[in-house]
């Protein structure tokens, strides 16, 4: 059974950068789809980034489009979320998700 664990988050100045960590156990994420999602205080859960099975297209929401990037480290089992030029809207859990497993959530809070 699939399994997903975050981390890397934590307090960043506005315009700074963070890299969150996703490591997968108990199955494989290679061949699968992969999503990046995040929920701030008061809001509904929103998809912000997809990687399509076979790693063939990310699909960005326009929120985070040309400041967050997906990467797969198959060897490591792990995908990470890279995030730059950070804005306070940012600021929530994120979570990521393969083959309906979520992971537990990882805080980021950016300040101005």
């Known amino acids: 059974q699939l399994q997903l664990v975050e981390s890397g988050g934590g307090l960043v100045q506005s315009g700074g950068s963070l890299r969150l960590s996703c490591v997968a156990s108990?199955?494989?994420?290679?061949?699968?789809?992969i999503g990046w999602f995040r929920q701030a205080p008061g809001k509904e859960r929103e998809g912000i980034l997809c990687?399509?099975?076979?790693?063939?297209?990310?699909t960005y929401a326009d929120s985070v489009k040309g400041r967050f990037t997906i990467i797969k480290d198959n060897a490591k089992n792990t995908v990470y979320l890279q995030m730059n030029n950070l804005k306070r809207e940012d600021t929530a859990v994120y979570y990521c998700?393969?083959?309906?497993?979520w992971g537990q959530g990882t805080q980021v809070t950016v300040s101005s």
């Open positions: 998700w393969s083959r309906n497993a």
């Open positions: 108990g199955s494989t994420l290679d061949h699968y789809a």
């Open positions: 990687l399509s099975d076979g790693d063939t297209s990310t």
